[in-house]
């Protein structure tokens, strides 16, 4: 097989609840390990959801991390979404963390607009060393 | 660190404003040398983009170079979407450009429907040989 890149991905078969205005990791990765040559990751992420049934907008952060507390990636994006319908997100993001190891991504949510829960239905993340 | 494929990916938006109904340039790969074995190249691309008043549709037309001069690579499917929103467009796609130097792909999006420039928040562009 030669020289295998670090790289992994992981799916969630859904049912995550992402309660209403609370930032939420909706999409967490495994560690990936970075540990000569300052590598650039790519991530790609894919989310299903469920929007609570008065919730009108989401907020969407790449982090660097596994919790809303980690490093901000991208702008934090908001997108609005309609009520009570099931939205597919995703996109992807280049990264440059550095020489480390065990580094993990997420994937955060905070809706806005009403107080109802929202749920994912599928997700995904890949991560891929360039 | 052994073989490594030619790859480029990056979030730098090379224009965010999108003229009413003008093809706008919003994000182009670096070079990337696929000079041995026609290898296939495959293209990731993200953006999120605040709707101008009236604007209710995207194009979105993949390009083989860094501007519009170059092949059309993808059919440059138009979407529709709620105007005056902020939405995410994503997707995936694969080119086999041949043996050559310095191949470049740019990202190319149209507002429609309204009057009002659009803005795009951030992007994400990836062509990576397989």
């Known amino acids: ?130 | 660190m052994g073989l490594r494929f030619p790859a480029n990916a990056n979030t730098k938006l090379v224009n965010t404003n999108l003229v009413h109904s003008v093809d706008t340039i919003v994000l182009v790969t670096d070079p990337i040398d696929v000079t041995t074995d026609s290898p296939l190249v495959m293209l990731v691309w993200y953006a999120a983009v605040s709707l101008g008043l009236g604007d209710n549709a995207l194009t979105v037309q993949l390009f083989r170079e860094a501007d519009a001069s170059g092949a059309l690579v993808n059919s440059g499917p138009m979407m529709n979407f709620t105007a005056h929103t902020t939405v995410t467009v994503t997707g995936s796609f694969t080119d086999r450009p041949g043996e050559i130097a310095g191949q470049q792909y740019s990202l190319i999006l149209t507002a429609g429907g309204g009057l009002a420039d659009s803005t795009v928040l951030e992007g994400c562009f990836a062509a990576i040989a397989l």
């Open chain 1, 1 to 130: 097989m030669g020289v295998r890149w670090p790289s992994n991905g992981n799916s969630n078969a859904g049912g995550l609840v992402i309660p209403a205005t609370v930032p939420t990791v909706a999409l967490l990765s495994a560690p990936l390990n970075l540990s000569i040559d300052n590598q650039q990751v790519l991530l790609q992420w894919y989310l299903a959801v469920t929007w609570g049934g008065d919730i009108t907008s989401v907020v969407l952060k790449i982090i660097r991390g596994s919790t809303a507390g980690g490093t901000l990636l991208n702008s934090g994006v908001t997108v609005q979404v309609t009520s009570a319908d099931t939205l597919v997100l995703g996109g992807c993001w280049t990264d440059i963390p550095g020489i480390v190891a065990n580094q993990q991504y997420a994937v955060t949510l905070t809706t806005a607009g009403g107080v109802a829960d929202s749920t994912v239905a599928d997700a995904s993340i890949a991560l891929i060393a360039l």
